[in-house]
């Protein structure tokens, strides 16, 4: 199951820049015009994705499996915000790796996000159960 080289301490990074359409909103009414905990969320998983795209075979896929993430500071419009994610643990088919979330101001958020790599065809089939 995957191609070798994934090792801990493997380590992804974005950056990315505070937008609108990132704020706090329900429905879509703003709450607060900062960079939500949901945005924050997606992009933990998108920077843990990062981590094992390069070692998928072409029969493979991740899944997120779940995300724990603590959102401690805000980040205002056209701010900057880098997350880091580094792999600390592959066992079997689950990835599981830390991220931190940094603005101007230091440590926004922090998180674990574990994604479970199975073949294309076991998610298909979970699909096609899924929706009856």
């Not at 419009?77 to 592959?90: D, F």
Request: aromatic share 4%; hydrophobic share 45%.
């Amino acid at each position: 199951m995957m191609k070798q080289g994934l090792v801990a301490g493997r380590e992804e990074t974005i950056e990315i820049v505070v937008t609108e359409d990132m704020f706090a909103s329900f429905e879509g009414v703003v709450v607060h015009p900062v960079y939500s905990t949901v945005a924050m969320t997606y992009h933990m998983e998108w920077v843990s994705r990062k981590i094992i795209l390069p070692f998928l075979e072409d029969h493979e896929e991740g899944m997120g499996a779940s995300v724990q993430l603590k959102h401690l500071a805000a980040s205002t419009l056209g701010s900057t915000v880098t997350l880091t994610a580094i792999l600390v643990e592959l066992r079997d088919n689950v990835v599981i790796t830390k991220v931190t979330a940094k603005n101007h101001v230091g440590i926004i958020g922090t998180g674990e996000v574990r994604q479970v790599i199975l073949p294309k065809e076991t998610i298909a089939q979970k699909l096609i159960e899924a929706s009856v």
